[in-house]
């Protein structure tokens, strides 16, 4: 089995992997594809069509058997602003499988400018004056005191989708 994954970020990459070589005999492959959704999703909505998005281009452009989308964004509630983050995961006959992950309040300085337009890698970079958070620990590593870094995050929700697939595996025999 071949599964593709939508994007060369090694922080997704490796927690893709991580969640799925345990529970199936696979070679994986990443590919920089498009979200077709805005660099900052900025809606739970958004950022799971992203997800979705991500994992068809990569299955469509690689020919892979799976592909696995994973997209981070913000979300604004009226207690505050929030992380998000979705995973999608689509073969050829199967409807997007999709879970949602982690959500923590961020301070309403980063959200702000977020919504104004910045990126939140960006903000992230210059909140914490550090390079390239987005690849490593991520906003949640930083607002989780590293309890909790972007690779975790996505790891548990890659698990989250493989689970799903299994167990539709499972219902369909």
């Not at 068809?56 to 929030?82: P, R």
């Not at 698990?159 to 219902?171: A, F, H, P, S």
Request: glycine share 10%.
């Amino acid at each position: 089995m071949i599964i593709a994954i939508g994007t060369e970020n090694p922080t997704k990459v490796n927690a893709v992997k991580a969640a799925l070589a345990p529970y199936l005999e696979a070679s994986f492959v990443q590919a920089d594809v498009s979200s077709d959704v805005s660099d900052q999703p900025k809606s739970d909505d958004e950022t799971l069509t992203g997800a979705i998005n991500r994992a068809k281009n990569v299955l469509y452009h690689s020919k892979a058997d799976l592909g696995i989308g994973l997209e981070g964004g913000l979300i604004k509630t009226n207690s505050g602003y929030f992380l998000c983050n979705w995973g999608a995961l689509v073969d050829e006959n199967l409807k997007p499988i999709v879970a949602g992950g982690a959500r923590i309040v961020i301070p309403d300085e980063i959200g702000e400018r977020v919504f104004k337009g910045q990126e939140l890698g960006v903000v992230m970079d210059d909140y914490v004056k550090k390079h390239n958070v987005r690849q490593n620990e991520g906003a949640i590593g930083i607002f989780t005191n590293g309890l909790v870094d972007r690779t975790k995050m996505f790891t548990e929700l890659s698990t989250l989708l493989i689970g799903q697939y299994l167990y539709q595996q499972q219902v369909d025999k």
